[in-house]
């Protein structure tokens, strides 16, 4: 089947953002406008997959004529700032405007098969880019602009009670803003190199997860007790960098190293 769609949307912005500047409650709403084209195919033998194109204008967002680089909504998100003492969520420049605009373009695939009634598996890829244009005119990549993300997931049942399954998740790094390394010297403290705004990026992404789980049945209700181990490969992926002040370089702030987590989850 052949599928095609096309939507407008408006949006209030963020409410910490409406919260600490009361400039921003007089903007008028974000919009979007969404053009989708897709197809599926599903078949006899439990097979499902599906391809889909996508284009997404963005208008009205915030942005500043105090910071004309910065896409406010995308400030929160930025974990660069975090390494300049910004306070993430908590402030805003001055002199915000509804002028922004970026795009968002990319292409998806999803591929679903049950290979017997007690394996299946899933795979989904995607590219895409997602920019914005600053007020200086330049087009920039926006702080999610991560390019690439690939997941497959597997499950497994060897009987009525028992479930195996495991997440493969391998993801693009996101842009950054690097540190001046000369300004950060001369002022004892970290220093943003604003001419390479969001220049940078942050290494791949990678994580396996495994889970097992078993059902129980209590009041005719169902218990699941599971383990899972997270990043059982024990990939050191970047959440960010911070600055040494003792010895002036820049060092990787790591996720989460391997990670076992035992539950209980009850069904209502």
């Keep these: 089947s052949l599928n095609a769609g096309m939507g407008v949307f408006r949006q209030t ?9 009361p400039q921003a409650v007089e ?12 197809i599926d195919h599903v078949s006899h033998s439990g097979t499902q997959w599906s391809l889909e194109v996508y284009a997404k204008e963005y208008a009205s967002l915030p942005i500043s004529r105090d910071a004309p680089k910065n896409l406010l909504t995308d400030l929160f998100l930025d974990r660069s700032l975090e390494s300049d003492g910004t306070i993430i969520g908590y402030w805003l420049p001055s002199g915000i405007l509804a002028a922004g ?5 990319g292409i998806e695939f999803m591929h679903q098969k049950h290979w017997s009634s007690k394996f299946f598996t899933l795979v989904t890829a995607s590219y895409f880019r997602s920019r914005f244009t600053d007020l200086y005119g330049v087009d920039r990549d926006r702080v999610f602009d991560s390019r690439y993300i690939f997941n497959f997931v597997a499950k497994y049942r060897p009987g009525s009670f028992w479930e195996l399954s ?3 998740i391998v993801r693009g790094g996101g842009p950054y803003t690097p540190f001046d390394w000369y300004g950060s010297r001369q002022a004892q403290r970290c220093v943003l190199d604003e001419s390479n705004y969001l220049t940078g990026r942050y290494p791949g992404y990678s994580c396996l997860n495994l889970r097992i789980s078993r059902a129980h049945f209590l009041n ?6 599971y383990l899972d181990i997270l990043n059982v490969l024990n990939h050191d992926n ?14 990787p702030r790591h996720q989460l190293a391997v990670l ?3 539950g209980i989850m009850y069904r209502f």
């Design 13 to 21: 912005l963020p409410m910490n953002m409406l919260a600490y500047s």
């Design 27 to 38: 903007l008028e709403p974000m919009r979007a406008t969404h053009l989708v084209l897709g």
């Design 101 to 105: 605009t970026a795009y968002s373009r």
């Design 166 to 168: 495991g997440a493969l």
């Design 220 to 225: 005719n209700r169902n218990v699941f007790v």
């Design 238 to 251: 970047v959440a960010g960098y911070e600055w040494d002040y003792r010895n002036i370089v820049s060092d």
């Design 260 to 262: 076992p987590v035992l």
